[in-house]
T-cell receptor, first 115, second 116 residues
Framework: DGGITQSPKYLFRKEGQNVTLSCEQN?????MYWYRQDPGQGLRLIYY???????QKGDIAEGYSVSREKKESFPLTVTSAQKNPTAFYLC??????????????FGPGTRLTVL | AQKITQTQPGMFVQEKEAVTLDCTYD???????LFWYKQPSSGEMIFLIY??????QNATEGRYSLNFQKARKSANLVISASQLGDSAMYFC?????????????FGTGTRLTVIP
């Protein structure tokens, strides 16, 4: 079955700790994305990658870091510099067409809680 | 300025009736795409329907259709014959082609509740 997996589903972190969220896709998509969702809000873009070994900051990149060493994987690290990291994190991927329809497919999400 | 505005925080609809969820957008890019996603309580985002800025006809996908009014910059989602399983959050999103990036701008969503 093709799709996007995120792990873990729930994550608890102590203040001051870095934590890495996993995102893997087997859809052979070039582009991958990380979004953050706060309660009652829409999604905001953290980072995106249009191709392996390249990534760009989104609207709220401060306190986060990513890597894209393999096409299938786009892990997100939430660092201790992120002031308010408690949120729901969603990973997505798309073919990466420059124009036209390029719908993003989403993983099930990781709910991060800072204690 | 907000790129995507969804003014209805919550909507109720009777089962088997149709419902319209509003979405207005703001962009100066002549080439853009509009998307609707459904988010059930499980949290996963499910793609529903797409409308390109140059598409002449309104998009349809099964029970979902998009009422696209380009001059008014609105892209309202119409769900026909509502089912209990349609109860969820619905998000409108936009992609601007000229930026060269594929990322989406999302609205704040509308919570739809289908009443039996």
């Amino acid at each position: 079955d093709g799709g996007i997996t995120q792990s873990p589903k729930y994550l608890f972190r102590k203040e001051g700790q870095n934590v890495t969220l996993s995102c893997e896709q087997n859809l052979n998509h070039d582009a991958m994305y990380w979004y953050r969702q706060d309660p009652g809000q829409g999604l905001r873009l953290i980072y995106y990658s249009q191709i392996v070994n390249d990534f760009q900051k989104g609207d709220i990149a401060e306190g986060y870091s990513v890597s894209r060493e393999k096409k299938e994987s786009f892990p997100l690290t939430v660092t201790s510099a992120q002031k308010n990291p408690t949120a729901f994190y969603l990973c997505a991927s798309s073919i990466g067409r420059r124009e036209g329809r390029d719908e993003q497919f989403f993983g099930p999400g990781t709910r991060l809680t800072v204690l | 300025a907000q790129k995507i505005t969804q003014t209805q925080p919550g909507m109720f609809v009777q089962e088997k009736e149709a419902v319209t969820l509003d979405c207005t957008y703001d962009t100066s890019d002549p080439s853009y795409g509009l998307f609707w996603y459904k988010q059930p309580s499980s949290g996963e985002m499910i793609f529903l329907i797409y409308q390109g800025s140059y598409d002449q006809q309104n998009a349809t996908e099964g029970r979902y259709s998009l009422n696209f009014q380009k001059a008014r910059k609105s892209a309202n989602l119409v769900i026909s014959a509502s089912q209990l399983g349609d109860s969820a959050m619905y998000f409108c999103a936009m992609r601007e082609v000229q930026t060269g990036a594929n990322n989406l701008f999302f609205g704040t969503g509308t919570r739809l509740t289908v009443i039996p």
